[in-house]
Each structure stands twice: as C-alpha cells, then as structure tokens.
C-alpha cells in the first residue's frame, strides 16, 4: 500500500453554490451509460434484486457500488464509476437495493439506511462462490454509504472487503432529517417522496396499508416520510426510533475495514457538524472533506467529476 495523499479539488466557479453542484452532477453532466449485464439475486429469504454488472479482467480487482436512496445503475455518480472500472479492465457491479433499478421486490418491505443485509449476503456468499472475492473494494453513495458502513461493522466485512469509500452520507440521521426540513432543501425530499410514492401504488396489493400511502403523499419533512412509511414498514416506533437506532454513527467506531468518508461541508443534505472530522490525522475511517461540492457533486471547473478520479485514487493506493 501507498500513502494516499487526497487531491486538491477546486469546485466550478460557474456552479456557485452547493445547490447547483448537486442538480449539474445528478441531472445534468454528460456521461455516457455504460453497457451493463443485468443479473436478478434471489436472496435467502424469497425476495429478489437486480446486480448490474460491467464484467472486467481475471486477477483484476472487484468494485460494488451501493447506490442512494432512490438511485440505480444509471445514477450518474453510478455510471461514472462503472465508467471508470471498464477502463481499468476492473469488475464492478451496481448492487441494488430492493425496489430500485427498475426491479419491484417481491416482500412487504422495502430498504432503509440501516439494512445492511443483502450487502453481507452478496459479499460474504454470493461472490465467494463465484470466486470473485479477490481484491473486493465497496463504495456507497450518501443512504448507500450508511447501509456500507453497518456493514463494514460486522465481523465477516474485514474477511471480505480489502479497502471501502463512503460519499456523501448522512451519518446522523436526526440531524440530517432536521437540516433538511426547510428552504430549498424540502426540494430533495419532495424529489424522493413522489418516487416512492410510485412504488408504494405499484405495491399497494402486497402492502394493504392505504394508510401508508395517503400518508407518505402528504409528507413535506424526512421526518413526515419517515414517520409515514419507512419506520412502519420495517418495525420501527416511528421516525425518532428508526433515526436512534439506524444512525450510522452508532457503529462508526467498529469499523476495520480502512474506509475513507468523503463530504463537501456544504452538502445540503449534512449539516457540517455531523460529519466526521478530518483531522489529517489518517486514522480508520478517515474523514476527507471539501469546503465546496454539494451532495455527490464535486464538480471542478472543466464541468468534470473530481470524486470519481479520488475514488480510484485512494481504492489504487492499496493495490502497490
């Protein structure tokens, strides 16, 4: 392994505020999809999700992107990644959550930040059968970071995973869900409200809770979503039980796994004092964080991505 050195990123001038990092980098750069064989895992308990895969060379490491909330292969920070995996021959794969990626799941339930479990099971069993447990790298982006860093808390991650990123996450969910329930903010969560309100409908024989439905269509808060579906759909009290007991921070101290938590401190879905410090210290996790960049944005002036290039970056340093 090499000593990873973070590179300077210089946000675009032209995308003057966190909010524009974030809308350029998810609706708007240009990035080609890439060609992607679909696989459906069926999971031990009877449910199903789709793994997108870009197939690379033998002996060359293997990269599994978890995505965000709502997100999929076709995410650009997704295709950015895959992109880059197909350059340098690696194998990567887009591991859904369940309901995402075009692909409705077959159980009542959906995912939430802190379910980590298809992760542990395609890890620790799905590519050890295959042999593709070599030199496995994990990457998650903002609620998929959260999913990844519970995992990365478990005994068997340590085994399986050789080195992990998480982007753009939201560590305390309570402090997230509070610095997003005004101003513009409130426009993130109307965006992932009608998206799951579609699959609620589209699920709504399975579920039989009308109540869950009529509820999450008048959520304007995290907290009114998450008081609406998410905590009711898997066990939870309610939202502040869901939020104690699922905050990724609660486990951020039992990673192994060397993990790099990178984040602009003007990310509007992360308040700065929530996140991880970075010290410079290069302990484990280790905290890089940006003055400028937004959510999963981190776009310098030429109108490309500098996380994709970090990424690789720091996930190269222990290939030497």
């Not at 799951?196 to 024989?205: E, G, I, V």
């Amino acid at each position: 392994m090499i000593e990873f050195q973070s590179p300077v990123f210089k946000a675009a001038v032209w995308l003057p505020n966190e909010h524009l990092q974030t809308i350029y980098a998810s609706l708007i750069m240009p990035v080609r999809l890439p060609i992607y064989r679909r696989e459906i895992i069926e999971l031990p308990d009877g449910d199903v999700i789709a793994a997108d895969w870009v197939d690379g060379e033998l002996e060359k490491p293997v990269l599994v992107l978890i995505h965000g909330m709502e997100g999929n292969s076709e995410s650009r920070y997704s295709r950015l990644i895959m992109n880059e995996c197909k350059r340098l021959g690696w194998t990567g794969v887009v591991l859904h959550m369940r309901s995402c990626g075009g692909l409705l799941n077959l159980r009542r339930t959906f995912y939430h930040a802190g379910y980590y479990h298809d992760i542990a099971y395609f890890l620790d069993d799905v590519l050890p059968q295959r042999a593709l447990n070599r030199n496995t790298y994990l990457v998650g982006i903002s609620l998929g970071g959260s999913q990844v860093a519970h995992y990365l808390s478990t005994t068997k991650a340590v085994e399986s995973v050789r080195a992990a990123m998480i982007i753009s996450t939201p560590l305390d969910l309570k402090a997230s869900a509070d610095f997003m329930a005004s101003g513009m903010n409130r426009l993130y969560v109307f965006k992932f409200r009608n998206s799951l309100l579609k699959k609620y409908h589209a699920k709504s024989d399975l579920i039989q809770n009308e109540t869950i439905a009529n509820n999450l269509a008048q959520s304007q808060s995290f907290w009114d979503l998450d008081n609406a579906a998410t905590a009711p759909m898997h066990g939870f009290k309610d939202a502040s039980h869901y939020y104690r007991e699922m905050s990724a921070i609660r486990c951020w101290q039992h990673i192994v796994v060397p993990t790099l938590y990178l984040a602009s401190r003007d990310d509007p879905f992360i308040p700065v004092e929530s996140m991880p410090p970075d010290d410079g210290r290069g302990g484990n996790p280790r905290s890089v964080l940006t003055d400028y960049g937004g959510h999963v944005g981190f776009v310098d002036n030429s109108g490309r991505s500098w996380m994709t290039p970090t990424i690789f970056k720091y996930l190269l340093s222990f290939e030497f």
